[in-house]
């Protein structure tokens, strides 16, 4: 199974301060396509997931470009610049290339 | 407006049964891979079962394959999840979504409970 090493657990940030957070896979995530599955979503308290990124680097409708991610084969990076309350809750990165699909353990994110 | 509504959770005994719904709406369901996934109380997320579009496809994590069985009506844009030899490790709330996780094709999540 391929798995996705999330770090750090958490950050902590102050409003309009920019953040990383790493995904790490253990096998390369270039499908057979030549498409890399990798996604990156939110969970906010107590809502359901919600997909940000797709295929590393495309943001979904509606995400503003203050997100952004990057990366290839095995080592991939989420990036929010200046951080807004309503970006607070856990990030999780997900592959869907192979079966098993797998996600980090995710990065919560939380005000200083 | 996309919507996914589960249903079908509760209270069950270890090794006993429950059936999940989803009710999907506001897209054409028979176009899409679609997948359940669960959240142990605290926990992250696992992926439990994906379908194909036709239903012909189905896979699953070693942790429930055997004991779950995805399947869908496209006639009445549902999916399903029977899931069987419950254990408490199977306790969490459950989502269905489309299978590459996008916005805004989530539920709202449904509640197991796997306990004596």
């Known amino acids: 199974d391929v798995v996705m090493t999330q770090t750090p657990p958490s950050l902590s940030v102050a409003i309009g301060q920019s953040v990383s957070i790493s995904c790490k896979s253990s096998?390369?995530?270039?499908?057979?396509?030549?498409?890399?599955?990798l996604h990156w979503l939110l969970q906010s308290s107590g809502r359901s997931p919600k997909r940000l990124i797709y295929q590393v680097s495309n943001l979904d409708s509606g995400v503003p470009d203050r997100f952004s991610g990057t990366g290839s084969q095995k080592d991939f990076t989420l990036k929010i610049s200046r951080v807004e309350a309503k970006d607070l809750g856990v990030y999780y990165c997900?592959?869907?290339?192979?079966?098993?699909?797998?996600f980090g353990a995710g990065t919560k994110l939380e005000l200083k | 407006e996309v919507q996914l509504v589960e249903s079908g959770g509760g209270l069950v005994q270890p090794g006993r049964s429950l059936k999940l719904s989803c009710a999907a709406s506001g897209f054409t369901f028979s176009n899409y891979y679609m997948a359940w996934v669960r959240q142990a109380p605290k926990k992250g997320l696992e992926w439990v079962a994906t379908?194909?579009?036709?239903?012909?496809?189905?896979y699953y994590p070693d942790s429930v394959k055997g004991r779950f069985t995805i399947s869908r009506d496209n006639a009445k844009s549902s999916l399903y999840l029977q899931m069987n030899s419950l254990k408490s490790e199977d306790t969490a709330t459950y989502y269905c979504a489309r299978h590459d996780w996008a916005t805004p094709y989530w539920g709202q999540g449904v509640m197991v409970t796997v306990s004596s």
């Open positions: 997900a592959q869907t290339t192979h079966f098993p699909n797998t």
């Open positions: 379908i194909s579009t036709s239903g012909s496809r189905t």
């Open positions: 096998q390369s995530l270039v499908y057979s396509d030549g498409k890399t599955y």
